[in-house]
């Protein structure tokens, strides 16, 4: 089941950065803007899987390190006239926190 | 009621839908937006009217914008309606049927009208202009009925509507004023061979011949001239000329002279009314062509959205001819005067004709006839003013010879190439797609076709190609880059304004170059934080506090990311010169780390590709125990000094090449540059080290070293030029050190020696760095200030611990 997970401080993230959650085989990018706003994707590039998280970040967007493809953090959609998206995660800051959403092993188990 | 300012167009042409388009990028929900337009079309593209014309196009596809496009915008369009008054103390715009729209804001793009000679029966049936859908309507019906044309003109609007008509298989006279077609674009010579491969397809050609009555009843039957005689016509075409279309302004009480005035951000004297087009005259010209216009729509649109940071300095035009095989090219002051001089070539066999006109070493016109390749190269030169005086000896024979040896013939053949022939090697985009997209996506610009294909979008070699595409599919006419280039859309400002004032102003934090220079973004993107990032580390050593987050992957994290997301390591091995302990500890790194892949670089050094990014800082510190420090092959920094044995071993060898390269190696390490920098030293003109290929090459003779400078392998290749020569090795090291910091503290960002060389002339980089014992040592000072704090090894200070959550997961979750 879903469950919201406390991952980190917002001071570990950066100010127009990213940092990686290992979740099983997977990695979510986890993006703070300069404004706080905090985001989380799949960090892969709909365009050739390239890790988002290593992107510099401008406004609310990221440019992909591979091909220069840009994402809209919020919604996980390439800027035109590219296209494609990539999953985005619910993410939340509560208490200076990190919050993060999401289907975890241990709470499958307990269900 | 929506709270939205009103804003009017008055003309649905291509300036006044540009600026609408860039109103639109800027503030899409600024202004209700409703449109005025006479013809019964949307807005379509009048420059391939004469495609239309030969049969070579339809009406469709030359629609740009169709009524889909305004709905989707919510744009209201009054198709087939004149704006007649404008109510300027109302603020409001009326039409012939008593349609009032109220603005805020409204933009005069009422083009120009098409001159009509006042001779008697000009009126008659049967003769008309070359401007809109609507004459070409008439001219494609009177080409089915009729069986001779005459035209009257003979400029390029004449000589495509008579090459159309030919086309549609009528038999079309040319009747020109003057004895030299295009007397505005082209010189005599360039005007006979034009003339001479008309004659050939079959028009014909009455000269210096002033028409005085048009013949026929109601309807045309032929031409009477001054002298007397007569040709018989089905059709006359007037296309002796256009005027701007200022009627509607001047009834406003607009001040007009030849055009509407307008200012440098394209506002009339009414300061709530904008012109933009065919319409307006600027700083005493008036356009005529496609480029301007769209130029002047971009700064009217940045003033329209309230950015007011866009100024229009006006243009300079250049002119191709839309005849199919036909190839000319035209551009500036092409019969120059007692002040210039001319370099001309002339091939009669390939028909081949190239004149330049030249003062005080800079391009002041070019005319071309049967190979315009490189037209666009002159055009840019001219629009830049380069100091052509390093390319005079090749100038002439074009782009290609001036060192470039790698793409040089392709772009001749283009026209040729089928469509499933590969343009852009790197992101594997062939001709047709492009062709394509230029058509169905209406594209314009370079930019445009990149950011839709991704053609010329990485390394760049095919923009020569893409552009030749464009320009092709598009007849000639296309919009060019502009020369003035803003660093990337955040800004209006280039490279050098926004350099300069961080030097001048003392900028020395982002937010205070984003605040001062006006930045559009709060804060900046993927194209200028690095660049920024670099400026202010090379203008303030020591005080500019280096932002990983304005650096690109590569740099930040100190390895080169590969496609996988893995990274590659490569240790510096000075001047590719390792010992048996040092080749064991790479060894035992790579097996300790379970390297994928071991690789002997081009730079004579080793690279570790595979590594995992958690691995980094431990595999760091291993190599650093063994005494390696960072190759820096991830950055726009100095790479690798390659070298020769030289005198210590080789039977020809004139210098220590070798430990001369490892001397300019611990030099000029860790330096960051505009972009990558690869030295090579060769210890005897045979140049076993390529250095003549390199950033910086040496080549050691008897005598002492050769300097040679502006070298790539890459792309493009480009053989180095000839710096200087110098008689110690002391000597050698003060030279790099100058030439290294020049480079610096002159080229953008992203620019390599080789470009930068050719943009800068040689010449001055000669002088700066050689003729200038002071400047040369100032130069070598300040890199030896700029180096004290670049010289510290990035792969120790991580190994230790610096950065270390940019190397390993913030969280572990299961799935």
């Given at each position: 089941?879903?469950q919201?997970?406390?991952?980190?401080a917002?001071?570990?993230?950066?100010?127009?950065g990213?940092r990686?959650?290992?979740?099983?085989?997977d990695?979510?990018?986890?993006?703070r803007?300069?404004d706080d706003?905090?985001?989380?994707?799949?960090?892969?590039?709909?365009?050739?899987n390239?890790?988002?998280s290593?992107?510099?970040?401008h406004?609310?967007?990221?440019?992909?390190?591979?091909?220069?493809?840009?994402?809209?953090?919020d919604?996980?959609e390439?800027?035109?006239p590219?296209?494609?998206?990539?999953?985005c995660?619910?993410?939340?800051?509560e208490?200076?926190?990190?919050l993060?959403e999401?289907?975890?092993a241990a709470?499958?188990?307990?269900? | 009621m929506t709270?939205?300012?009103?804003?009017v167009?008055?003309?649905?042409?291509m300036?006044?839908?540009?600026?609408l388009?860039?109103?639109?990028?800027?503030a899409?929900?600024m202004?209700?937006i409703?449109?005025?337009?006479?013809?019964?079309?949307?807005n379509y593209?009048?420059?391939m009217?004469?495609?239309?014309?030969?049969g070579?196009?339809?009406?469709?596809?030359?629609?740009?914008n169709d009524d889909?496009?305004?709905a989707?915008?919510?744009?209201?369009?009054?198709?087939g309606?004149?704006?007649?008054?404008?109510?300027?103390?109302?603020?409001?715009?009326?039409?012939?049927?008593?349609?009032e729209?109220?603005?805020?804001?409204?933009?005069?793009?009422?083009?120009?009208?098409p001159?009509?000679?006042?001779?008697p029966?000009?009126?008659?049936?049967?003769v008309?202009?070359?401007?809109?859908?609507?004459?070409?309507?008439?001219?494609?019906a009177?080409?089915?009925?009729?069986?001779?044309?005459?035209?009257i003109?003979?400029?390029?609007?004449?000589?495509?509507?008579?090459?159309?008509?030919?086309?549609?298989g009528m038999?079309?006279?040319?009747?020109?004023?003057l004895?030299?077609?295009?007397e505005?674009?082209?010189?005599?010579?360039?005007a006979?061979?034009l003339?001479?491969?008309?004659?050939e397809r079959?028009?014909?050609?009455?000269?210096?011949?002033q028409?005085?009555?048009v013949?026929?009843?109601?309807?045309?039957?032929g031409?009477?001239?001054?002298d007397?005689?007569?040709?018989?016509?089905?059709l006359v075409?007037?296309?002796v000329g256009?005027r701007?279309n200022?009627e509607?302004?001047?009834?406003s009480?607009?001040?007009c002279e030849?055009?509407?005035?307008?200012n440098?951000?394209?506002?009339t004297?009414d300061?709530?009314?904008?012109?933009?087009?065919?319409?307006v005259?600027?700083?005493?010209?008036?356009y005529g062509?496609v480029a301007?216009l769209?130029?002047?729509?971009?700064?009217?649109a940045?003033h329209l959205?309230e950015?007011?940071?866009?100024?229009?300095?006006?243009?300079m035009?250049?002119?191709?001819?839309?005849?199919?095989?036909?190839?000319?090219?035209?551009?500036g002051?092409?019969?120059?005067?007692?002040h210039s001089?001319e370099?001309?070539?002339?091939d009669a066999?390939?028909?081949?004709?190239?004149?330049?006109?030249?003062?005080?070493?800079r391009?002041?016109?070019?005319v071309?006839?049967g190979?315009?390749?490189?037209?666009?190269?002159?055009?840019?030169?001219?629009r830049?003013?380069?100091?052509?005086?390093?390319l005079?000896?090749?100038?002439l024979?074009?782009q290609?010879?001036?060192?470039?040896?790698g793409?040089g013939?392709e772009?001749?053949?283009?026209?040729?190439?089928?469509d499933?022939?590969?343009?852009?090697?790197?992101?594997?985009?062939c001709?047709?797609?492009i062709?394509?997209?230029?058509t169905?996506?209406?594209l314009?610009?370079l930019?445009d076709v990149?950011?839709?294909?991704?053609?010329?979008?990485?390394?760049g070699s095919?923009?020569?190609l893409?552009?030749?595409?464009?320009?092709?599919?598009?007849?000639?006419?296309?919009?060019?880059?502009?020369?003035?280039k803003?660093?990337c859309p955040?800004?209006?400002?280039t490279?050098?304004?926004?350099r300069?004032?961080?030097r001048?102003?003392?900028?020395k934090t982002?937010?205070?170059?984003?605040?001062?220079?006006?930045?559009?973004?709060?804060?900046?993107?993927?194209?200028?934080?690095p660049?920024?990032n670099?400026?202010?580390l090379?203008?303030?050593?020591?005080e500019?506090?280096d932002?990983?987050?304005?650096r690109?992957?590569?740099?930040?994290?100190?390895?080169?990311i590969?496609k996988?997301g893995t990274?590659?390591v490569?240790?510096?091995?000075w001047g590719?010169?390792?010992?048996?302990?040092?080749?064991r500890?790479?060894?035992?790194v790579?097996e300790?780390?379970?390297?994928?892949t071991?690789?002997?670089?081009?730079?004579q050094?080793i690279?570790?590709l595979g590594?995992k990014?958690?691995?980094?800082?431990?595999?760091?510190g291993?190599?650093?125990?063994?005494?390696?420090?960072?190759?820096?092959?991830?950055?726009?920094?100095?790479r690798?000094?390659?070298?020769?044995?030289?005198?210590?071993?080789?039977?020809?060898g004139?210098q220590?090449?070798?430990?001369?390269?490892?001397?300019?190696?611990?030099?000029?390490w860790?330096?960051w540059?505009p972009?990558k920098?690869?030295?090579?030293?060769?210890?005897?003109?045979?140049?076993?080290?390529?250095?003549?290929?390199?950033d910086?090459?040496?080549?050691c003779?008897?005598?002492g070293?050769e300097?040679?400078?502006?070298?790539?392998?890459?792309?493009?290749?480009?053989?180095t030029?000839?710096?200087?020569?110098?008689?110690?090795?002391?000597?050698v090291l003060?030279y790099?050190a100058?030439?290294?910091?020049?480079?610096r503290?002159?080229?953008?960002y992203l620019?390599?020696?080789?470009?930068?060389?050719?943009?800068?002339?040689l010449s001055?980089?000669?002088?700066k760095?050689?003729e200038?014992e002071?400047g040369?040592?100032a130069?070598?000072?300040?890199?030896?200030?700029?180096?004290?704090?670049?010289?510290h090894d990035?792969?120790?200070?991580r190994?230790?611990?610096?950065?270390?959550?940019e190397?390993?997961p913030?969280?572990?979750?299961?799935?």
């Amino acid at each position: 089941m879903k469950q919201w997970i406390d991952i980190a401080a917002l001071s570990d993230v950066p100010r127009l950065g990213a940092r990686v959650v290992a979740h099983g085989e997977d990695e979510i990018a986890v993006f703070r803007a300069a404004d706080d706003a905090v985001f989380a994707l799949h960090n892969r590039c709909p365009h050739r899987n390239g890790p988002l998280s290593e992107g510099i970040v401008h406004g609310h967007r990221v440019t992909c390190p591979l091909h220069n493809w840009v994402i809209e953090l919020d919604r996980g959609e390439a800027v035109a006239p590219d296209s494609g998206s990539t999953a985005c995660y619910p993410v939340r800051v509560e208490n200076g926190r990190i919050l993060l959403e999401l289907e975890t092993a241990a709470e499958a188990a307990h269900g | 009621m929506t709270g939205r300012q009103k804003l009017v167009l008055v003309g649905n042409g291509m300036a006044g839908v540009r600026t609408l388009e860039e109103l639109l990028k800027l503030a899409p929900d600024m202004y209700d937006i409703t449109v005025f337009g006479d013809e019964p079309y949307g807005n379509y593209n009048r420059i391939m009217l004469s495609p239309v014309l030969a049969g070579e196009k339809t009406v469709d596809d030359i629609i740009l914008n169709d009524d889909a496009w305004y709905a989707d915008n919510g744009i209201t369009l009054h198709k087939g309606k004149r704006v007649t008054r404008i109510d300027r103390v109302r603020r409001c715009a009326i039409t012939d049927d008593g349609t009032e729209a109220p603005y805020d804001r409204l933009i005069l793009a009422t083009g120009s009208k098409p001159f009509i000679i006042p001779v008697p029966g000009h009126d008659k049936q049967g003769v008309i202009a070359f401007r809109d859908i609507h004459d070409v309507d008439t001219m494609l019906a009177s080409s089915r009925t009729g069986r001779r044309a005459v035209v009257i003109g003979g400029g390029l609007l004449g000589l495509e509507a008579a090459n159309g008509l030919m086309k549609q298989g009528m038999e079309v006279t040319v009747v020109h004023l003057l004895g030299t077609l295009m007397e505005r674009q082209l010189d005599q010579v360039a005007a006979d061979l034009l003339m001479r491969s008309l004659q050939e397809r079959g028009m014909q050609f009455r000269l210096q011949a002033q028409t005085t009555e048009v013949l026929g009843d109601d309807r045309v039957t032929g031409v009477r001239f001054q002298d007397g005689s007569e040709l018989p016509a089905d059709l006359v075409v007037m296309a002796v000329g256009i005027r701007p279309n200022i009627e509607l302004a001047q009834q406003s009480g607009l001040y007009c002279e030849r055009g509407i005035l307008v200012n440098d951000t394209l506002q009339t004297f009414d300061p709530s009314i904008y012109a933009v087009g065919e319409c307006v005259q600027h700083r005493g010209s008036v356009y005529g062509l496609v480029a301007p216009l769209f130029e002047q729509a971009k700064v009217c649109a940045n003033h329209l959205a309230e950015y007011g940071i866009a100024k229009y300095g006006g243009s300079m035009t250049s002119t191709k001819l839309k005849v199919t095989g036909i190839d000319l090219f035209s551009a500036g002051d092409f019969n120059g005067d007692e002040h210039s001089e001319e370099m001309v070539l002339q091939d009669a066999a390939r028909g081949v004709y190239k004149k330049l006109v030249i003062r005080d070493n800079r391009i002041k016109g070019a005319v071309m006839y049967g190979d315009t390749l490189d037209g666009a190269w002159y055009f840019q030169l001219m629009r830049d003013e380069a100091d052509i005086t390093d390319l005079r000896e090749h100038l002439l024979f074009g782009q290609a010879h001036i060192g470039d040896a790698g793409h040089g013939d392709e772009a001749s053949r283009i026209a040729a190439l089928p469509d499933n022939a590969e343009i852009c090697g790197c992101n594997g985009v062939c001709k047709g797609e492009i062709v394509q997209a230029i058509t169905s996506k209406k594209l314009f610009t370079l930019e445009d076709v990149r950011a839709h294909t991704k053609a010329s979008n990485s390394c760049g070699s095919c923009t020569g190609l893409v552009e030749s595409l464009l320009a092709n599919t598009l007849g000639g006419d296309y919009s060019q880059t502009p020369s003035k280039k803003s660093l990337c859309p955040c800004t209006e400002h280039t490279h050098d304004e926004v350099r300069e004032a961080i030097r001048t102003r003392e900028l020395k934090t982002l937010p205070a170059v984003f605040e001062a220079m006006e930045w559009s973004t709060p804060d900046g993107c993927h194209v200028c934080r690095p660049a920024l990032n670099y400026y202010l580390l090379m203008n303030w050593p020591g005080e500019y506090e280096d932002d990983g987050r304005a650096r690109f992957i590569n740099e930040r994290v100190h390895a080169n990311i590969q496609k996988d997301g893995t990274y590659s390591v490569v240790p510096r091995i000075w001047g590719g010169v390792t010992t048996p302990a040092e080749l064991r500890a790479i060894a035992e790194v790579a097996e300790k780390y379970q390297v994928p892949t071991v690789k002997i670089t081009g730079g004579q050094r080793i690279d570790l590709l595979g590594v995992k990014k958690g691995d980094l800082p431990a595999m760091w510190g291993d190599l650093s125990r063994a005494g390696f420090v960072s190759g820096h092959a991830y950055g726009k920094a100095l790479r690798t000094v390659k070298t020769c044995v030289g005198s210590e071993w080789c039977r020809f060898g004139t210098q220590d090449s070798t430990g001369l390269g490892i001397q300019l190696e611990k030099l000029t390490w860790g330096t960051w540059t505009p972009h990558k920098f690869k030295i090579g030293v060769s210890g005897c003109p045979r140049n076993c080290a390529e250095a003549t290929i390199k950033d910086l090459g040496v080549v050691c003779v008897d005598s002492g070293y050769e300097l040679h400078v502006g070298g790539n392998g890459g792309v493009k290749v480009r053989a180095t030029d000839f710096l200087c020569k110098v008689g110690s090795e002391a000597e050698v090291l003060e030279y790099a050190a100058a030439f290294v910091q020049y480079y610096r503290e002159t080229a953008r960002y992203l620019e390599r020696t080789a470009p930068w060389i050719e943009r800068v002339g040689l010449s001055l980089v000669k002088q700066k760095v050689v003729e200038d014992e002071v400047g040369r040592k100032a130069l070598a000072k300040r890199f030896a200030e700029s180096q004290a704090y670049a010289q510290h090894d990035p792969w120790l200070e991580r190994a230790e611990g610096a950065d270390a959550g940019e190397y390993r997961p913030l969280n572990r979750i299961s799935a």
